[in-house]
Each structure stands twice: as structure tokens, then as C-alpha cells.
């Protein structure tokens, strides 16, 4: 099973920040990699998939980068509505696998 | 747009069963992948299984593959979840998802609300 590992745990940051958020997985996915943001509450929702493809409708202040097993989520200027946990996915393995979570406060 | 709407909140006794139904919208179902995932309180989001609409084939993770079956019906866009043999430990929130590029190693670009499992004596 690919262990999804994600850093830091919590991050707290001001509106208007730019902030970096870290998944790394324990083998290689080459691109095969997604993000969901999570508010309390409500389901997960795609943000970005195959690490650096936004999804329909998400802010380009969301953008994804990262190939084998080193992935990042950044948020380029940061907003009130942002505030929720973040959690990467891998999909190039059986099992599938997300990480545990970073959640970000502002 | 993409829909997915699950059934309600259930309540069950430890040895029993639970089943799930999740409803789709605003996609071709029959091309698409249902995926099943749930979240104990505090908890990481964990796979349980998927179902590939269009031929029935299932799989599911190593922890579940002896007593969950997913099921199907084309005729409402309906997926189903059956869980047996319930413990305190599956007490969680159980999501579907969908990936609607029709491959099962995807990613999942619409989910279902969530419906609340208890599992309590």
C-alpha cells in the first residue's frame, strides 16, 4: 500500500498569504495525483488532479505541482473561504490512498 | 452539473448490515466508475471499493473484501453499498464518488454528501 504523508499538519496564515502545502508518497505515482479541500461539514471537493490540472471551476489561485513522490498544493493568495483541510490522493495504485490532511487556518 | 445524493443517516446494531444507496445526475452513469469512501470522526478519508457501472466489476480494499457488495441499477443511476458484520469501528461518514472518465484508477470529480453510519449496541 503507497502511504500518503502529508506536511505540516496545521498551517496558519493571514488573507493574502501565499502558502505551500506538502504531500509526499512512499513509491513513485509519476503525475497520478489528486487534491480535495474539505470544509466541516461537507463532502471533499476536486481541486486538482494528475498534480497539476485544476479542476472545472476552481480559482486559479490554486495550483498544483510535483511528479514521483514529492507533490505540492499552493495557494497563491490566500482568502477567508479557503480556510478547510487539504488532502492529496494517490490513484496509480491499488489501494487508493489520501493523505492525512492539512489543515489550513486563516 | 454533477450530482451525487446518498441516502439517510442509519443507525445499526453490532453483527448487522447497513446499505447505502448514492443517486446520479448530470452525467452518463453507465461510463462511469462509483466509488465508495468513508471518514471516522477526526479521521484521513479511506477507500473502501469501486464499482464500474457499464460491466458490474467490483473491487474493494483488503479490510472490507470479505463482506461488503456493491451493486448497481442502470434504470435509476443508482449505485449501492452493502456492509455486513458491522462493528463500533465502521461508525463513520460513507461518501461515494464518481470518476466519469470510466477507468477505476481515477480521480473522483464529484461526491455524494455523506451518509452517517452508527454502529451501536
Known amino acids: 500500500e503507497i502511504v500518503m504523508t502529508q506536511s505540516p499538519a496545521t498551517l496558519s496564515a493571514s488573507p493574502g498569504e501565499r502558502v505551500t502545502l506538502s504531500c509526499r508518497a512512499s513509491?513513485?505515482?509519476?503525475?497520478?495525483l489528486a487534491w480535495y479541500q474539505q470544509k466541516p461539514g461537507q463532502a471533499p471537493r476536486l481541486l486538482i488532479y494528475?498534480?497539476?490540472t485544476r479542476a472545472s471551476g476552481v480559482p486559479a489561485r490554486f495550483s498544483g505541482s510535483g511528479f514521483g513522490t514529492e507533490f505540492t498544493l499552493t495557494i497563491s493568495s490566500l482568502q477567508s473561504e479557503d480556510s478547510a483541510i487539504y488532502y492529496c490522493?494517490?490513484?496509480?495504485?491499488?489501494?487508493?490512498?489520501f493523505g492525512g490532511g492539512t489543515k489550513v487556518e486563516i | 452539473q454533477l450530482q451525487l445524493v446518498q441516502s439517510g443517516p442509519e443507525v445499526e446494531k453490532p453483527g448487522t448490515s447497513v446499505r447505502v444507496s448514492c443517486t446520479a445526475s448530470?452525467?452518463?452513469?453507465?461510463?462511469?466508475?462509483i466509488h465508495w469512501v468513508r471518514q471516522a470522526r477526526g479521521q484521513r478519508l479511506e477507500w473502501i471499493a469501486w464499482i464500474v457501472v457499464g460491466s458490474g466489476h467490483t473491487n474493494s480494499a483488503q479490510n472490507f473484501q470479505d463482506r461488503i457488495t456493491l451493486s448497481r441499477d442502470m434504470s435509476t443511476g443508482t449505485a449501492y453499498m452493502e456492509l455486513n458484520s458491522l462493528t463500533s469501528e465502521d461508525t463513520a461518514v460513507y461518501y461515494c464518488?464518481?470518476?466519469?472518465?470510466?477507468?477505476?484508477?481515477?480521480?473522483?470529480?464529484?461526491w455524494g454528501q455523506g451518509t452517517q453510519v452508527t454502529v451501536s449496541s
Open positions: 464518488a464518481a470518476g466519469i472518465t470510466g477507468t477505476a484508477f481515477n480521480w473522483f470529480d464529484a
Open positions: 448530470g452525467f452518463t452513469f453507465s461510463n462511469s466508475v
Open positions: 490522493q494517490q490513484y496509480s495504485n491499488w489501494p487508493l490512498t
Open positions: 494528475d498534480a497539476s
Open positions: 513509491q513513485t505515482l509519476s503525475h497520478i
